[in-house]
C-alpha cells in the first residue's frame, strides 16, 4: 500500500474491521506490514507456529490441509480482502491447521500476534468489535460442518 491512508481505505474493505472506526483503522494500518508471495509459494504452512495473520491485497490463495491419510483437501479459497490466521492471534502455542498457498502471485498485509493484542490492549472497544465478529465466522464456519 503506498501510504497509511490506502491501507486504512483497503481495511475498511475487511469484514474482520468494517465495525471499527477511523481512529481505530489508522491504528491498525500503522501496523501491519507488507508482504509479496509467488504462484506456488507456502505463506504457511500446516503443522508450524503461527504469530501472524494475513489479509489478501491482490491475488489467489488456497488452504490445504493435508489428513491422517495423506490425502490433502482443499478447505478454502481467497481473493483480495479475505483474511487467514486469525487464530493465531489469539493462541499464543497453537499449529496451523491448514497451509496456505499462493495460487497466483499475492500480495498481502500482515500482523504478528503481539502488535495485535498490544493494540487491543490499548483498545478494548476495538477488541470487542473484533472478537464479536471472531465468534461469528467461528459459529458459520461450524454450522458448515452439520
Same mark, same amino acid.
Given at each position: 500500500?503506498?501510504?497509511?491512508?490506502?491501507?486504512?481505505?483497503?481495511?475498511?474493505?475487511?469484514?474482520?474491521?468494517?465495525?471499527?472506526?477511523? *481512529?481505530?483503522?489508522?491504528?491498525?494500518?500503522? *501496523?501491519?506490514?507488507?508482504?509479496?508471495?509467488?504462484?506456488?509459494?507456502a505463506m504457511v504452512?500446516?503443522?508450524?507456529?503461527?504469530?501472524?495473520?494475513?489479509?489478501?491485497?491482490?491475488?489467489?490463495?488456497?488452504?490445504?490441509?493435508?489428513?491422517?491419510?495423506?490425502?490433502?483437501?482443499?478447505?478454502?479459497?481467497?481473493?483480495?480482502?479475505?483474511?487467514?490466521?486469525?487464530?493465531?492471534?489469539?493462541?499464543d502455542e497453537g499449529?496451523?491447521?491448514?497451509?496456505?498457498?499462493?495460487?497466483?502471485?499475492?500480495?498481502?498485509?500482515?500482523?504478528?500476534?503481539?502488535?495485535?493484542?498490544?493494540?487491543?490492549?490499548?483498545?478494548?472497544?476495538?477488541?470487542?468489535?473484533?472478537?464479536?465478529?471472531?465468534? *461469528? *465466522?467461528?459459529?458459520?464456519?461450524?454450522?458448515?460442518?452439520?
Amino acid at each position: 500500500m503506498a501510504n497509511t491512508g490506502d491501507t486504512i481505505q483497503f481495511l475498511q474493505r475487511v469484514p474482520l474491521f468494517q465495525g471499527l472506526n477511523n *481512529r481505530q483503522l489508522k491504528k491498525l494500518a500503522e *501496523r501491519f506490514v507488507e508482504r509479496h508471495y509467488a504462484a506456488g509459494e507456502a505463506m504457511v504452512t500446516q503443522g508450524q507456529g503461527g504469530e501472524g495473520f494475513f489479509i489478501l491485497v491482490s491475488g489467489k490463495a488456497e488452504a490445504v490441509r493435508a489428513r491422517a491419510d495423506g490425502e490433502k483437501v482443499v478447505v478454502n479459497s481467497f481473493g483480495p480482502a479475505d483474511f487467514f490466521g486469525e487464530m493465531a492471534l489469539l493462541d499464543d502455542e497453537g499449529l496451523r491447521t491448514a497451509t496456505v498457498q499462493a495460487v497466483a502471485a499475492c500480495d498481502c498485509l500482515a500482523l504478528t500476534r503481539w502488535d495485535f493484542l498490544g493494540i487491543l490492549k490499548e483498545d478494548a472497544d476495538m477488541a470487542v468489535v473484533i472478537l464479536q465478529e471472531l465468534a *461469528r *465466522r467461528f459459529r458459520m464456519a461450524l454450522d458448515r460442518l452439520q
